[in-house]
Structure formats: structure tokens, C-alpha cells
């Protein structure tokens, strides 16, 4: 069964906090991506990579930044975070040139207090 | 620029109905692809289909039944006699980009069916 998993399903951080949410796939997929999800916006882009150590941003990347140094793990930093950035977040991964399908992670559904 | 419009926020339906998921898109690309995906209360989006903009053929598959129609850039979704456990977030996304396979999505659609 090919996965996509997030190191945590609830998270409660504090504001100011630096927060890392990981994700790792077992496909071999050289895309990953995260999303942020918040009702009645549906999935936004934060940032994708298509490559170890590439990245780019999506349409929302303020007040985030992300790593990848193995090509099966994608992790999602918040440097400081706020009480705006309390929302669900959704990995991704997909391969490169291939069927666009994505796969997803079971989210993180973070708290900021 | 790209978009995924899904104008129903929420629909409600009684078991056994027939419910209809609209979704609009908006792209200037002649390659792109469209999806849908079921979003249950667990939380992780589920792929149901994929369609490319070259197949306007519509798809059956069970209770499930897509209509892709490009003159009006639509691709609805009907589920045929829903049922409990129908109820989801049901999201349709778009894909322009080629390799990196970023996903557009609509807002979504949440789908309560009751007993």
C-alpha cells in the first residue's frame, strides 16, 4: 500500500513557537508538496519540491519555509508561529512528469495558542 | 491564471437520492487535468478520478458517474442512491502544470447524507 504520512495528527503550539511538521512517502515520488487547508478556501499551495534540496513557493508561503535533504521526506517549518497559522495541514507527493495524480498524507491539524 | 470554482458549500440529501457535485474551471492551457477527491471525516483526501482535457468521455464507476464537458468547463459528479457513507468534503482540483503536478482546488463541497 503505497503511504504518504505526517508525523502527527494534532498539534497544539504556542505563539512564537517554532514548529516543524514532517512528512515522508514511500513511493519514490519526486514531487511533495504542502497545503494548508481552511474551510470555505479550500487546499492552498504553500510550497512544493520537485527535486532533494529544491523548493519552490506556492501561492501562500508567508511566515513558512521547508526542507528537504532525502528525497522521501518533506518537512513544513514554521519559523514563529502565529494564531493565523492555526488550520489543516496536508502533504502531498506525486511523480515528476508522470499522471499529476497526488497522493495524500492524513493531515496535521495544527493549534496555535 | 488558473481556477477551480465549487459553488455548493454545503448540500444535505436523504439516503437513496441522487446528488450532483458542480465544478467549474477556468484555464487558458489546452493540456491540463481534472480530479476530484473525497475528503472523509479522518481526514485524508482519497483520489476518486482523473480526467485529461483530451477525454470528454464520461466515466461510470459504480455509484459514482462524472460529466466532463469542455464547452462549458464543467466536470460535475453525481452519485447515484447516496448513502451515509457518502458524507464528505468533496474536493475538485486542476492541474496545468505539467511535471511538477501542482494541484488547483475549489473550495469544496460538503455532502451529508442522512439516514
Known amino acids: 500500500d503505497v503511504k504518504v504520512t505526517q508525523s502527527s495528527r494534532y498539534l497544539v503550539k504556542r505563539t512564537g513557537e517554532k514548529v516543524f511538521l514532517e512528512c515522508v512517502q514511500d513511493?519514490?515520488?519526486?514531487?511533495m508538496f504542502w497545503y494548508r487547508q481552511d474551510p470555505g478556501l479550500g487546499l492552498r499551495l504553500i510550497y512544493f519540491s520537485y527535486d532533494v534540496k529544491m523548493k519552490e513557493k506556492g501561492d501562500i508561503p508567508e511566515g513558512y519555509s521547508v526542507s528537504r535533504e532525502k528525497k522521501e521526506r518533506f518537512s513544513l517549518i514554521l519559523e514563529s508561529a502565529s494564531t493565523n497559522q492555526t488550520s489543516m495541514y496536508l502533504c502531498?507527493?506525486?511523480?515528476?512528469?508522470?499522471?499529476?495524480?497526488?497522493?495524500f498524507g492524513q493531515g496535521t491539524r495544527l493549534t496555535v495558542v | 491564471a488558473q481556477k477551480v470554482t465549487q459553488a455548493q458549500t454545503e448540500i444535505s440529501v436523504v439516503e437513496k437520492e441522487d446528488v450532483t457535485l458542480d465544478c467549474v474551471y477556468e484555464?487558458?492551457?489546452?493540456?491540463?487535468?481534472l480530479f476530484w477527491y473525497k475528503q472523509p471525516p479522518s481526514g485524508e483526501l482519497v483520489f476518486l478520478i482523473r480526467r485529461n482535457s483530451f477525454d470528454e468521455q464520461n466515466e461510470i464507476s459504480g455509484r459514482y458517474s462524472w460529466n466532463f464537458q469542455k464547452s462549458t468547463s464543467s466536470f460535475n459528479f453525481t452519485i447515484t442512491a447516496s448513502q451515509v457513507v457518502d458524507s464528505a468534503v468533496y474536493f475538485c482540483?486542476?492541474?496545468?502544470?505539467?511535471?511538477?503536478?501542482?494541484?488547483?482546488f475549489g473550495q469544496g463541497t460538503t455532502l451529508q447524507v442522512k439516514p
Open positions: 513511493m519514490d515520488h519526486e514531487n
Open positions: 482540483a486542476l492541474s496545468v502544470s505539467g511535471n511538477t503536478g501542482k494541484l488547483i
Open positions: 484555464t487558458r492551457d489546452t493540456t491540463y487535468y
Open positions: 502531498a507527493s506525486s511523480l515528476w512528469g508522470g499522471v499529476p495524480e497526488a497522493f
